[in-house]
């Protein structure tokens, strides 16, 4: 973070009063979690191309079971490279820095309960229709590279748009409908 400073500062981030208002801080994060998703999709499933998997994004495959620590194990190269989906907001807006940590500290627990492993009563998946959570995470950590599709970090809507959860909204259906078993 004191690294990026000066550069955040270059492009417009505030750390002075007065402080920036409720609503100005909540959109300002919604469009950071609208804007990362979007570029996360896209740098993600590149990532799962055969030779950037291979060499890169194996690493935080490693666990096909994921649990919270996982979120952020990751090779150095696939860590600056999705990094970027986590800036890119914050670098068009030119945030106060209360609402540049705000968001780090959102987007960071956000990324954690995805690989828990636990889908909780209080999930937000539970509450918002397009927020992926663990179970949809989860069902990208446990098929093979090319295959597994779901690679949104927060809301489901580009892999939806795509078709990219196809399997998953399959195997979603029938477990719903009994027709297998619960895991």
Not at 3 to 11: D, G, K, L, N
Not at 39 to 66: C, D, Q
Not at 156 to 165: A, K, L, P
Request: proline share 5%; aromatic share 18%; net charge neutral.
């Amino acid at each position: 973070m004191m690294a990026s400073y000066p550069v955040f500062r270059a492009m417009g981030m505030r750390s002075s009063f007065p402080l920036p208002s409720w609503k100005e801080v909540s959109a300002q994060i919604l469009f950071y979690f609208i804007i990362e998703d979007f570029v996360f999709y896209w740098g993600h499933r590149i990532l799962h191309s055969k030779w950037l998997y291979k060499n890169v994004h194996s690493v935080h495959h490693e666990y096909a079971t994921p649990f919270g620590l996982t979120s952020e194990y990751a090779h150095p190269a696939e860590i600056l490279f999705l990094g970027f989906a986590t800036i890119v907001g914050p670098a068009l807006t030119g945030p106060h820095l209360i609402t540049l940590w705000l968001w780090m500290v959102l987007r960071v627990l956000e990324t954690v309960e995805a690989h828990c492993g636990y889908h909780f009563p209080w999930s937000l998946s539970n509450f918002l229709p397009l927020y992926g959570g663990a179970d949809f995470h989860d069902y990208h950590h446990r098929l093979l590279y090319t295959k597994s599709g779901n690679y949104s970090s927060t809301f489901v809507y580009m892999d939806w748009i795509f078709g990219t959860d196809k399997g998953y909204r399959r195997l979603k259906t029938l477990k719903e409908n009994g027709d297998m078993k619960q895991t």
